[in-house]
Structure formats: structure tokens, C-alpha cells
């Protein structure tokens, strides 16, 4: 199926002279690939009430992410990148999931505020540092999930420095520690102020109102004030835009993921795939 729509949106990213891309959560990792898993429900059941093994869930997560890493998510950001190469952006992302690190764009110029998989924290950021996971922790996990380690012989990674437990580095932590994205959103904000009175693409894929503090009213806001700017909203459902952006912008009621997939990426970008 070809989509005019992503047509016009390439033609305009080349034409741009920067582009600003958001990710939302309905770009996000479908996580029914885990529930429906048999092996999942059984490690529910045995986990059960007992809240010393719920620091499991995470690391299950992440070896799904690790194995898995369905096609769909892995082709859409691919062509995704295509569509940002050679040009001067710089993506937002609010999903957890990591899958964009994977998908050959700079890391540079990728923020992902709610953070993700790759890095740990300490439960009460004691040292404001990060740390890599503890690959042991991980190998124990997936042993455990493949019925070779019984659940009595985990334990969970706690922070060398204060004991407290380590936790993945991700929004909801009970102290979140922001040092995990904070040198890469100074770099977005710099970036931000060149895109003054410049011809700039904005497109936002799967944005919702989960944090609209971060990317959709942030968008709007820049979009609205630069009068060269023009802006695409891609939502299932939350795809209309403000009445002050105008002709400016356009919203289209689709699913990102198969937005992205839907048109011949390889007749926009040529024989670079």
C-alpha cells in the first residue's frame, strides 16, 4: 500500500532545513508479547504476593526486548532513520523500550527523558550516578525463566554504596534520577534555539497525553511562534491539533508503527536501504 501522506512528509523533511521528531507511547514496545507468554503466567503465579521477587518483572522486560525485538518496531524505525538522513534533527522520545538506539540514528541527537533499559540507579539516587546492569543478575534471570535456577536461588542487585536496591533507570522510580538524560536535554535545548526563524519539519509519532509537558504542548508551542515551521501529528486517536497552529500542521488518524510501514520507503530514499 503506498502512503501519500508519508510522500509529503519525506518531501517536506528534505526540504527542511532541521526537523524535530517526537515519540510517544503509542510508539512504545507492545508488551502483549510477555502477557501472552506461558512462561510469564506461571512466574506471576509463583511470584505471586511476595514482594522480594517483583524486582523479577523488569528483567523479564528486558530479555523480551533482548530476544524478541519483533520486526514491525525494528523495521519502522528503520525507516524512520532513513527518512532523517543526511539532515539536521533531533528526536524526543518518551518510550521505554530502547528500540530506538537501534535504529542507526545518532545518539547525540536522541533525548529519552523517561529513560529505559541500559542503564541502573539506585532506589534513592544516593550518588546521582549510573550504572551498567549487572550482566549475573540478568544471566540468573534468564536461567530462571528457562526452569534451570529456581526463584530461592535469585537475588536481587542492591547499590554497593548505600544497600538500597538497584533499579532500572526509569520514570516511576521513587527517585528518578534525571542525570540519565539531562547532558543530551541540554543539547536539545541548545539545538532548539538554531531552529529560530528556520525551516523546520515537525513530526510527532505516536504522542498522547501521558506527559504533554514534554514533547506535544512543547511542539505546539514552537510550531505556533515559528512561522516557517510545519508540523505532522500522528495518532490513532489523538491526532487533531490546536486551532493556533492553523494550515501549519496536519494530523493523521493512524496507528504510527504502521504508518511507518505502510508506504515503500525504499521508493522515497532510493537504493540507500
Known sequence: MHNGKLDEIYERIQESELVLVGLGEDFQYDWHILIEDERYHEIEEEIGDREEYVWIIPFLQKMVL???????????YRNLGKMLEGKNYFVVS???DDYIYDAGLIDSRI????GGFRRMQCDNNCSHTLSNMPEDYYDAVRQYYEKKLSIVALH???????????RFNQ?????????????????????????????????ELGVGMEYPSLIRFPFEKIVFYNQKAYMYRVHRALYHMGEEIGERGMGIAMSPIDFLLESDIKSLVGEKL
Open 66 to 76: 533482548r530476544q524478541k525485538h519483533e520486526d514491525r518496531w525494528r523495521n519502522a
Open 94 to 96: 518518551l518510550c521505554m
Open 111 to 114: 533525548v529519552t527523558p523517561c
Open 156 to 166: 536481587e542487585p542492591i547499590c554497593d554504596r548505600c544497600g538500597s536496591k538497584l
Open 171 to 203: 520514570i516511576g522510580v521513587s527517585r528518578y534520577a534525571e542525570e540519565g538524560y539531562l547532558e543530551h536535554w541540554k543539547d536539545y535545548t541548545k539545538w532548539l534555539q538554531g531552529t529560530v526563524n528556520k525551516k523546520l519539519c515537525v513530526l
